[in-house]
Nanobody, 127 residues
Framework: QVQLVQSGGGSVQAGGSLRLSCVAS????????VAWFRQAPGKEREGVAV????????LYADSVKGRFTISQDNAENTVYLLMSSLKPEDTAMYYC????????????????????WGQGTQVTVSS
């Protein structure tokens, strides 16, 4: 049984930083795609960043490019999202998601491509 357990998040003032963690367990394969999504009240869940644990350049949504960094620690089966220069519009529930089938650059933001989801963690940015 694959599980994704998230930690991190919280409240911060605009301009601050936070780091989210997503620990994966129960995978039968060693390489997979992990993305971070977020969902603000009344809005659709949107993809923020994605990384392939087997290597390659991560992808980012335009709204976070240059401010957020997705990274991995394969030894710990953990994917991180470092969020810097946070803005009030970054306020949302953040979810990590994982896929065992290939994720392509033109569809990585499609939530239905992902098989497993973390429990979610709230990020609140005040002005």
């Amino acid at each position: 049984q694959v599980q994704l357990v998230q930690s991190g998040g919280g409240s911060v003032q605009a301009g601050g930083s936070l780091r989210l963690s997503c620990v994966a367990s129960g995978y039968s394969q060693s390489r997979y795609w992990v993305a971070w999504f977020r969902q603000a009240p009344g809005k659709e869940r949107e993809g923020v960043a994605v990384i392939y644990t087997g290597g390659g350049a991560p992808l980012y949504a335009d709204s976070v490019k240059g401010r957020f960094t997705i990274s991995q620690d394969n030894a710990e089966n953990t994917v991180y999202l470092l969020m810097s220069s946070l803005k009030p519009e970054d306020t949302a529930m953040y979810y990590c998601a994982a896929a065992v089938t290939p994720i392509y650059s033109d569809s990585w933001r499609d939530r239905y491509k992902y098989n497993y989801w973390g429990q979610g963690t709230q990020v609140t940015v005040s002005s």
